[in-house]
């Protein structure tokens, strides 16, 4: 489920690489999954990041810049950032030709009631009363034939 996850969510405008699941490993932060129990709308998501920050990741966990860091490059204000589609995710791993490993991280993500928005607001972590996410509505979707429910 997972590789075909992987396999049919590449974006066609990411066509300068191809994704292979090489190795799976799971975790499960009992304390995470406390704090978002009773938040409904799950999916499973992507996250990617550069292969220096996965240490502080599985130590810490996800984290919101702090107010004081700069706010630019967040195109819906800071938050965490996942993607149902991979290989956007992919694209924040910064792999090369030369060093082409990089590690995303397939989440179950509580998304609750969504925002969606088609344009960037960089402002959008001000979420609308009742709102519990934002959701950047892209150009690629995954094809609704192969969503699969667990």
Request: proline share 4%; hydrophobic share 35%.
């Amino acid at each position: 489920v997972i590789e075909k996850y992987l396999k049919t969510t590449h974006g066609k405008t990411h066509n300068n690489y191809d994704l292979e699941l090489v190795e799976l490993f799971a975790c499960k932060k009992e304390a995470e999954y406390e704090k978002f129990k009773d938040v409904g709308n799950r999916m499973l998501l992507w996250h990617g990041s550069r292969l220096s920050n996965w240490a502080g990741i599985l130590s810490q966990g996800l984290r919101i810049a702090p107010p004081e860091a700069p706010s630019t490059g967040y195109m819906f204000g800071k938050g965490i950032y996942f993607a149902d589609m991979a290989s956007k995710s992919a694209n924040y791993c910064w792999a090369t030709k030369s060093s082409n490993v990089g590690l995303l991280l397939l989440s179950e993500v509580a998304l609750g009631k969504i925002n969606e928005l088609l344009n960037a607001d960089y402002n959008a972590n001000k979420l609308p009363k009742g709102c519990n996410s934002v959701k950047g509505c892209g150009q690629t979707v995954p094809a609704p034939k192969n969503f699969t429910t667990l």
